[in-house]
């Protein structure tokens, strides 16, 4: 496994630890939909919540929120969709956290409901 993919499930279990120190219940990770992949979907009261993880360890080329284009912000838009046809009884929402990890001690700026 090379080390940005090992970074990015540092992250993701970073992020899924914070989520449920804010009340969050994590249903699945890595959940493979037939147009893309939801890192983390997560349950805040009785909204369903998409997360999209990015982790940086190094910001020389910017912040890792600033990773999440208008390409990917489409795809995530197009997943909620899915879901929400899945799950027609059900709000919504879609969080990004961003985690600097150029620091010894990560840092996490979590953006909640973005795209809605």
């Known amino acids: 496994m090379n080390q940005e993919k090992r970074l990015g499930q540092t992250g993701e279990k970073i992020a899924a630890a914070h989520l449920k120190s804010k009340g969050y219940r994590i249903l ?24 999209e993880v990015k982790t940086k ?21 197009q997943l909620a969709q899915m879901l929400c046809f899945q799950y027609p009884n059900k709000d919504i929402q879609l969080d990004v956290i961003a985690i600097d990890y150029s620091k010894s001690q990560p840092e996490i700026d979590h953006l909640e409901n973005v795209f809605f």
Do not use: C, Y
């Open 28 to 51: 699945k990770t890595n959940l493979n939909l037939k147009i893309g992949e939801v890192d983390i979907l997560a349950q805040k009261k009785d909204a369903l919540v998409l997360v």
């Open 57 to 77: 360890s190094n910001l020389d080329f910017g912040f890792p929120s600033e990773m999440v284009t208008a390409k990917k912000r489409h795809k995530l838009n």
